[in-house]
């Protein structure tokens, strides 16, 4: 199993392009995610899903669009990215079944100038 | 709202030294997961912690569950470089509501 895969691994945009981070499991979770870390804040949550087709906000969502159309899949989109979403990236996939404990992919670190 | 404080922010010790990391909240949480993330990769699980009063033992790396389940703490014993690395606590509060905490970045010096 690949896990989690999460691609690009860098990202450099400008202000006020659109991008779209993607996430990939092959666990079969139902639950994925989507955090962003920035110095000395952990890791906050930006938009979650429950399923195929069920997306919720997290505690940071302004700015950032989310779709689960399939089970493995969990796109992050910026829609007019801005200089406050230069940050490391992490799609995280988990389970009920093993108490929400969370795969995390390897990350996208991505700079808007 | 940061729930999750975790001290200290840094440690830097020397190879065999032990240590302690917190982790506290004014929130209960039904359990409790510590990651250890190493630079340019994503977080990894080590242990998850259910029950009040819970210890779990991980080789070196002590993990306890406060008794009223809103605090952790993790201890490692003979500390060794490859316990370097950034600690996170989390707290799950059920249904998908895992909250992070800020973090304790550790270097150990051989």
């Known amino acids: 199993n690949a896990g989690v895969t999460q691609t690009p691994k860098f990202q450099v945009l400008k202000t006020g392009q659109s991008m779209t981070l993607q996430c990939a499991q092959d666990?079969?979770?139902?639950?994925m995610s989507w955090y962003r870390q920035d110095p000395g804040m952990g890791l906050r949550l930006i938009h979650y899903?429950?399923?195929?087709?069920?997306?919720d906000q997290g505690e940071v969502p302004n700015g950032y669009n989310v779709s689960r159309s399939t089970t493995e899949d969990f796109p992050l989109r910026l829609l007019s990215a801005a200089p406050s979403q230069t940050s490391v990236y992490f799609c995280a996939s988990s389970n009920r079944d093993r108490g929400y404990e969370q795969y995390f992919g390897p990350g996208t670190r991505l700079t808007v100038t | 709202t940061q729930l999750l404080e975790q001290s200290p922010q840094f440690l830097s010790i020397q190879e065999g030294e032990n240590l302690t990391v917190y982790c506290n909240s004014s929130?209960?949480?039904?359990?409790l997961q510590w990651y250890r993330q190493e630079p340019g990769e994503g977080p990894v699980l080590l242990v998850t912690v259910v029950t009040g009063g819970e210890v779990k033992k991980l080789k070196r790396l002590t993990f306890q569950f406060g008794d009223a389940r809103k605090d952790s703490s993790l201890h490692i014993t003979a500390a060794q470089p490859g316990d370097t690395g950034l600690y996170l606590c989390a707290g799950v509060k059920g249904y998908q509501k895992v909250t992070f905490g800020t973090g304790t970045k550790l270097q150990v010096i051989p």
């Open positions: 899903s429950v399923g195929a087709g069920i997306t």
């Open positions: 666990m079969n979770h139902e639950y």
């Open positions: 929130s209960v949480f039904s359990s």
